[in-house]
């Protein structure tokens, strides 16, 4: 519940209450009272009688169906040169309580686009959308943002409607005017895609039939206020696939790419313990898989590009190698396979890049890698370990 001050105005002490239950209404959450229940409210001001101030605080509560869960009159008057009546209410309201998760980077994915050659592809379409699902189950699944739906944002708002029914308890009408919108989207548009057959004789006389399908995907990041790209990627992948892989899990597989490449540049995978054998990093669930190596790396002093003085961000030098050994649904245990690690290791003082070898999954090709640049780009104030920096490429 919420308790609000408001002040309504109108020709009368019964109109001007109906405008203040209506302001105090509006100020939780956006909310606001349909215009029927607005009239209604109207008519019922137009009573009189010495039974009047009673009916009319049982019938406002029963029209706005316990929007108004009570209020209070603290003052009435005339206002100087108009000569309207106003009073102003305190009004106890019910409040939406959101999500702890709302003050994370609020990142929204728009459905993966066509265009170029693969808009004349009819497998193209549902290669899309099936990247545009890994992508944003990666993207969600690394527990970094507040993921904004906009692939089904129109079986969201029947359901909100039917929040605002007639016969809904006041706790679900309380939604309304809770939508968010997002800090940051994500646009991605498959510019290239052929799928097709190839036959290959092996030296034993078997002929073995695998699918290749080389695709290109370019990717955006936009801040929403400004209209700023703040992250571009042109993603090729040869599409050479073993004989028991799907263009279906082809399709997952490259999300889980481009996501990867997403989330490292906004929120580089840290190091939160372990010592010289082990490290843990602040990253698991299927963003992180058994078997990847990392770069561990230490950030140095801040890099000035000479021309625009802007920052490229911090100095990095590797100082070991970890294979992932073990997920949990938060967490990634690694070994270190390479390099040295201090004994003791404080959260933050180290960071985690895929290594070369390993930046695309099975299908992908290091020849296609385009360089990853240096994390913050994306973030907000406050929400990077304190040696990074908003600005830093």
């Known amino acids: 519940m919420r308790e609000v001050v408001a002040t309504g105005n109108g020709g009368d002490v019964s109109r001007a209450t109906v405008d203040a239950i209506e302001n105090a209404i509006s100020q939780v959450g956006g909310m606001k009272i349909s215009t029927a229940t607005s009239l209604s409210m109207s008519e019922i001001s137009t009573n009189s009688g010495t039974k009047f101030e009673e009916n009319f605080r049982q019938n406002i509560e029963k029209i706005t169906r316990g929007v108004v869960k009570s209020y209070t009159v603290l003052r009435t008057g005339t206002s100087p040169g108009s000569g309207r009546t106003f009073v102003e209410i305190r009004a106890v309201i019910p409040q939406y309580q959101t999500s702890a998760q709302l003050k994370r980077l609020k990142l929204a994915v728009v459905p993966v686009s066509l265009s170029g050659a693969a808009r004349t592809k009819p497998e193209a379409r549902e290669f899309a959308d099936n990247v545009s699902a890994s992508l944003e189950a990666f993207l969600t699944q690394t527990r970094k943002f507040a993921m904004v739906d906009r692939r089904f944002t129109g079986q969201s708002n029947r359901e909100l409607a039917r929040a605002n029914g007639a016969n809904s308890p006041i706790e679900e009408a309380v939604k309304l005017g809770q939508r968010v919108s997002a800090d940051y989207i994500v646009l991605a548009s498959v510019r290239d895609f052929s799928a097709q057959q190839q036959q290959q004789q092996r030296v034993t006389g078997w002929v073995i039939t695998r699918t290749v399908a080389p695709v290109s995907v370019d990717v955006r990041v936009i801040d929403v206020a400004t209209g700023q790209i703040k992250f571009g990627h042109s993603y090729t992948n040869p599409g050479r696939l073993p004989t028991s892989v799907s263009l279906g899990q082809y399709a997952v597989d490259i999300g889980t790419d481009i996501g ?19 490290v843990t990093f602040n990253q698991g669930g299927d963003t992180v898989q058994v078997g990847r190596t990392y770069r561990i790396v230490s950030l140095g002093k801040d890099l000035i ?7 490229l961000g911090q100095e990095e030098r590797e100082v070991a190698r970890a294979e992932v050994v073990s997920v949990t649904d938060r967490t990634a245990a690694a070994r270190v396979v390479g390099g040295e690690m201090p004994e003791v290791i404080k959260a933050g003082q180290f960071f985690a890049r895929l290594a070369p070898e390993d930046v695309f999954s099975v299908f992908g090709s290091v020849d296609s890698m385009i360089s990853q640049p240096t994390e913050g780009a994306l973030t907000r104030k406050g929400e990077m370990p304190k040696d990074s920096k908003k600005d830093d490429w």
């Open 305 to 311: 590009d000479p021309h625009t003085r802007e920052s």
């Open 260 to 278: 990867q490449l997403i989330a490292t540049a906004i929120y580089p995978m840290a190091v939160v313990g372990g010592s010289d054998k082990q």
